[in-house]
C-alpha cells in the first residue's frame, strides 16, 4: 500500500489539484475496493492498540482533520472512524469556543480531548483553527499567530514524546467543488441543516483561508507530525487517502497482543471448576 | 417491525430462554438479513434527530446496556451503535468509580455523561451497577440500595421529562454459554487480554447476580423507561433485537428535518454571486 505522502515546509497549495487522485488511476471503483479490503486490517490494527492500552501500553493515535466547509470531516468520520470500534474511538468536533475556553490557553480545551492511551483521537477542527481562522478574522494580533505556531510544535512534541502518534489531514476542496455542493445543501431538505449564512461569508475570503492554510501547514509540517494535503473534489478518493493515512500511522505503531498479567493454565483450571 | 416488548414489574428472569430468539424464526441468516435492511432506517432517523438538535430540538436517546461478562455489549457497540453516525453517538464505557465519583452522589457521574439533545448516548453498563455488583458483593447496606431503586426511578423520570428517550437493556446470557466464551477467551492470543480473573470470582455468585438483576429490572421498569431483556446466547439474535429496539424508540421520536432560520432563495442569490 504505498499511501499518501507528507507535505514538506516549501508546500505551495497552489500546485496540488483537489481534484487529482494520487495512488488511485481507475477511479472510484478502485477506491472502493481498496478501502474494503483494507478494512479488516483496520479494524485489527485498531483492536490491538486498544487491548495493548488496557494492559498498561502507552501507544495512542490522534488525527487531526481540518477543511474548508463541506470538504468532508463528517464524511471521513463516518465512513473511516465509523468502520473502527466505537469503544476505542473518542472524536471531538471543537466549534468556535465558549466563554470559558476563551478565558485559558487555545490549547487547553485541546488537551481535555486528547486520546488516553489505547485509543484513537479524532479532531474535526482543531486547535489549528487558532492560527486559520483567528488569523483570517484577525482575532488575535499577528505576532500571537507567529507564536502560536511554535506552541503547537512544541505540544505536538510532547504529545509524540509521551507516546502519540500524531497525523494531521487538510482535506483540499476547490472553491468549484464547495460552490456545487453549499448549492446542493440549499436545495435538499435533508441537508439545509447543515448550511449555515456564514458559509458565503467564509468563502468569500477563500484566498486568505488558503494562505494562511499554507503558511500554518508550513510552519507545523514535522517528521514526527506530519501533514497531509489530501485532494477532497472526489470524496471516494479522500476517504481512500485518509483511511490509507491511518492504517499507515498505526503500522508504525505496531501495537501487539498484550501479555496478560494471569496464569493462563491457572485460569482454566478455575473456570473449569465452575 | 414486531421488536422485543418491555418486561414488566412481574419479571421472572428464570422464565426466559436466554438461547430463544423471540421474533427470529429462520435463524441467523433471516436475524442478519433483517438487520441490515432496516440499517438505513436507523441511520436516517439518528440523523434526524441529530439534524433537530443542531437547530435547537430537546430529543435524545440514551441505550442502558447491562450484562455479565461476555454477554455482547462490546459486539452491540461495535455492530449496532457502529452503524450510527460516530458524531451523533455519545459512547461511555462506567468502570469501577475513582475515588473522586465515590466521593459523590452515585447519580453524579451518571449525569455527566449524559446525551445532549440530539444524541444518542449509549451507557456501557450504568448507574444500575450501583444495585447490582453493590447488592452483590454488599458494597452498601441494603436499606441504601433499596432507596436507590426510587432514586434510579425518579433520575429517569426528570430525564425523560426533559426530553430524552430512555431504553434500558440486559443482554441475559446463560451461565453455561458464559463459561464457553470465558474459555473461548483463555484459548486465544486475541482474545486473553478480555479475560480477568475476576470474571471467575463475579461468575461464582451467577445466582446472587441473577436475583439482583431481577429486582433491580422489577422495580425501575416503567413504560416510560422500560426494560427489554434480550436473550443473548446467540450473538446475531441479540444484535437484531437491540437494533430493533433502538429503532422502535427512535421512531416514537420520530424526529423531522429541522426548519431552518435563514432565507433559502437569498442564500442561494448570495452563494451564485460569489
Keep these: 500500500m504505498s ?41 485489527d490494527l485498531q483492536e490491538r492498540l486498544y487491548a495493548a492500552g488496557m494492559e498498561g501500553g502507552k501507544r495512542s493515535l490522534l488525527l487531526v482533520l481540518q477543511a474548508m466547509d463541506t470538504a468532508g470531516k463528517g464524511g471521513i468520520v463516518r465512513h473511516v472512524v465509523g468502520n473502527m470500534d466505537p469503544q476505542g474511538v473518542h472524536l471531538h468536533a471543537f466549534k468556535a469556543p465558549t ?33 486559520l481562522i483567528a488569523r483570517v478574522h484577525g482575532l488575535v494580533p499577528s505576532e500571537v499567530i507567529e507564536q502560536r505556531y511554535g506552541q503547537i510544535a512544541a505540544f505536538e512534541r510532547e504529545l509524540v514524546a509521551s507516546g502519540t502518534t500524531i497525523v494531521k489531514v487538510m482535506l483540499h476542496l476547490s472553491r468549484d467543488e464547495q460552490k456545487d455542493r453549499l448549492a446542493r445543501r440549499l436545495d435538499r431538505r435533508d441537508k439545509q441543516w447543515k448550511y449555515n449564512p456564514t458559509d458565503v461569508d ?54 501487539q497482543w498484550p501479555k496478560v498479567g494471569y496464569d493462563i493454565e491457572e485460569q482454566k483450571a478455575r473456570l473449569a471448576a465452575t
Design 99 to 131: 466563554d470559558e475556553e476563551q478565558a485559558h490557553d487555545f490549547l487547553w480545551r485541546i488537551r481535555a480531548q486528547l486520546p488516553a492511551p489505547g485509543m484513537v483521537g479524532v479532531f474535526d477542527r482543531s486547535h489549528y483553527e487558532d492560527v
Design 202 to 255: 467564509e468563502r468569500a475570503r477563500w484566498d486568505e483561508y488558503m494562505a494562511a492554510y499554507e503558511r500554518a501547514i508550513r510552519r507545523t509540517t514535522e517528521p514526527s507530525a506530519p501533514w497531509f494535503v489530501v485532494p477532497a473534489d472526489h470524496k471516494w478518493y479522500s476517504r481512500w487517502a485518509v483511511q490509507t493515512i491511518v492504517i499507515d500511522a498505526l503500522r508504525g505503531i505496531d501495537p
Design 3 to 43: 499511501g499518501p505522502t507528507p507535505v514538506g515546509a516549501d508546500l505551495h497549495l497552489a500546485d496540488i489539484d483537489p481534484s487529482s487522485t494520487p495512488g488511485i488511476t481507475k477511479g472510484r471503483h478502485e477506491a472502493a475496493r481498496k478501502r474494503a479490503y483494507h478494512g479488516a486490517e483496520l479494524a
